[in-house]
C-alpha cells in the first residue's frame, strides 16, 4: 500500500509539471512535430521490460517458468513447475546484482497450511524453495529491499483436470 501511495505521489508530481511546462510555452508545444512528440515520449512498455530480471535456472534441470511477477524495477519472482516431480519451486532474482539486500522467495498452500521461505541478505537471488504441491493451487511471493510482488491461489492446473 505504501509503495501504490508513493508512486502515485510522484505521477501527480510528474502530471503537475508536465501541465505547467505546457501551460507556460504553449507555442512551443503546438509547433513542435508530432513525430518528434512521439519519439521524445517516454516507452513505457520498454522501460518496464528491460527492468524485468531474467530467471536464472535456480531451481535446476527439469524446471520450467510457468508464471512470474515483476518486482517494481528491482526484480522478478518466478514460479517453475517440474512435471517429472510434481514440485513446484519459486526463486526471486534481482534484475542489477550488487551490494546484499533483504531478499525472500516464498511457496506455499493454503490446505493443509504449508509455507516454504528463504529469506535473507543477497546480492543476486533469494530462493529457490521447493515445495510439492500437484493438484494444488499455489500462493507465492517474491520480496526485494521492502517491495513485494506474487500471486495468490495460482497455477491449479491438475487441481482442474480433477474435478471432472
Known amino acids: 500500500m505504501t509503495i501504490i501511495r508513493r508512486a502515485s505521489a510522484i505521477g501527480a508530481a510528474v502530471t503537475a509539471t508536465a501541465c505547467a511546462a505546457i501551460a507556460l510555452a504553449p507555442a512551443a508545444a503546438a509547433a513542435e512535430p508530432a513525430a518528434q512528440r512521439a519519439a521524445a515520449a517516454p516507452k513505457t512498455t520498454a522501460a518496464k521490460a528491460a527492468a524485468a530480471a531474467k530467471y536464472n535456472g535456480a531451481c535446476g534441470g527439469g524446471y520450467s517458468v510457468v508464471n512470474s511477477a515483476q518486482i517494481g524495477t528491482k526484480g522478478t519472482v518466478f514460479l517453475t ?48 524453495v521447493y515445495l510439492d504441491a500437484r493438484g494444488l493451487c499455489v500462493t507465492w511471493r ?3 529491499s ?19
Open 81 to 128: 513447475y517440474n512435471s517429472a516431480t510434481g514440485k513446484n519451486c519459486v526463486v526471486t532474482v534481482r534484475t542489477a546484482p550488487g551490494k546484499a539486500v533483504h531478499m525472500t522467495a516464498s511457496l506455499g498452500f493454503a490446505s493443509p497450511t504449508t509455507t516454504v521461505t528463504d529469506t535473507g541478505y543477497y546480492t543476486t537471488y533469494a530462493g529457490p
Open 142 to 144: 517474491g520480496e526485494i
Open 146 to 164: 521492502g517491495e513485494v510482488a506474487g500471486k495468490n491461489g495460482t497455477n491449479c492446473g491438475s487441481l482442474a483436470a480433477n474435478r471432472r
